[in-house]
């Protein structure tokens, strides 16, 4: 993910995710919870076309399940 604010070192950032505008809270790190997802190279281009920030995990999965059945993000 691209991140467009400075973390701190050791701490998360608590951010809104631009799809569904829920909470959610990013390491802004290797060791965030994204980094545990397999994302398809579709879907890290169709994210970095469209957002400048991270999105939260429930965004994420649907987009990763939508790219594993077909579906247009």
């Known amino acids: 993910m691209t ?3 400075e973390p701190t070192p050791g701490s998360g950032k608590t ?11 990013c390491s802004l790190s290797s060791t ?8 398809p190279a579709e879907v890290k281009e ?3 076309e469209q957002y400048s920030k991270c999105i939260c995990s429930t965004c994420l999965d649907r ?4 790219a594993g059945t077909g579906e247009s993000a």
């Open 3 to 5: 991140h467009s604010i």
């Open 15 to 25: 951010l809104r995710c631009p799809i569904c505008r829920q909470q959610f809270t």
């Open 32 to 39: 965030c919870w994204c980094s545990t997802r397999k994302v």
């Open 46 to 48: 169709y994210l970095a």
């Open 63 to 66: 987009l990763i399940a939508e």
